[in-house]
C-alpha cells in the first residue's frame, strides 16, 4: 500500500509541476521485488496515471537487475504491458546485480543507470573505467540511454560526457 502512495503521491506532484512548467519534467519511481511481482501493478500504475492525469510518457519505472530475474516469463509479461502504455523502463544500479547481459535483448528497456559504486571509482581504478565504458558502448549499441549514478567530481562529469554518457546524477550537481 505504502508503494501505491507514494506512486500516486509522485505522479499527482509531477503532473501539477509539468502544468506550471514550461519544459515538462518526467519521474523516474523505484520499484521493489515484491511490489513488481503483484499482479495488479500494471492495472494500479493505469489507475494512477488516470486519477492524476499524468501522461504515461512522463513516468519511468526503474528496477533492479534482481527484481527483474525472479519470474522471468512474469516479468517480459509486465514489462511488454508497461511499454504497451507508454512508461519508460530503466535497470537500476546496473552491474551489480545478477550480471546476465541475455535479459537485455529480451526486456523492452529504455535506460541503463550505472551504479555509483563504479562511477565513485573512475580516477582511481582502471577496471571501474574499463566497466563504465563498455556499460555505455554496449548500451549504445542496444540503442539505450545511460545515466551514470552518484556523479561528484568535474572529473568524474568529464569522463562520462567524453564517452558520450546522456544523463548524469549526483552531488556534483545538486545535494
Keep these: 500500500p505504502i508503494g501505491k502512495w507514494v506512486m500516486a503521491s509522485a505522479c499527482h506532484q509531477v ?32 489507475n494512477i496515471l488516470n486519477e492524476t ?3 504515461a510518457e512522463f513516468l519511468e519505472i526503474e528496477l533492479t537487475e534482481s527484481a527483474l530475474m525472479q519470474d ?17 523502463i ?11 547481459l541475455s535479459y537485455l535483448k529480451q526486456f523492452p528497456l529504455d535506460r541503463i543507470k550505472i551504479d555509483q559504486s563504479f562511477v565513485r571509482d573512475l580516477a582511481e581504478s ?10 555505455i558502448t554496449m548500451a549504445h549499441n542496444l540503442n539505450l540511454t545511460v545515466l551514470a549514478e552518484g556523479v561528484e567530481t568535474p572529473q568524474q562529469r568529464g569522463f562520462l560526457l567524453n ?6 546524477q549526483g552531488f556534483f550537481f545538486s545535494r
Design 163 to 168: 564517452q558520450t554518457c546522456e544523463e548524469l
Design 53 to 55: 492525469q499524468l501522461p
Design 90 to 100: 530503466a535497470i537500476d544500479d546496473f552491474g551489480t546485480g545478477y550480471s546476465s
Design 126 to 135: 582502471v577496471e571501474s573505467t574499463e566497466i563504465t565504458q563498455a556499460i
Design 15 to 46: 503532473a501539477n509541476w509539468n502544468i506550471k512548467l514550461d519544459q515538462p519534467i518526467r519521474i523516474a519511481i523505484n520499484l521493489s521485488a515484491v511490489q513488481f511481482s503483484d499482479d495488479s501493478l500494471t492495472k494500479s500504475i493505469e
Design 72 to 88: 522471468y516469463q512474469a516479468t517480459i509479461k509486465t514489462l511488454v504491458d508497461l511499454k504497451a502504455m507508454g512508461i519508460k
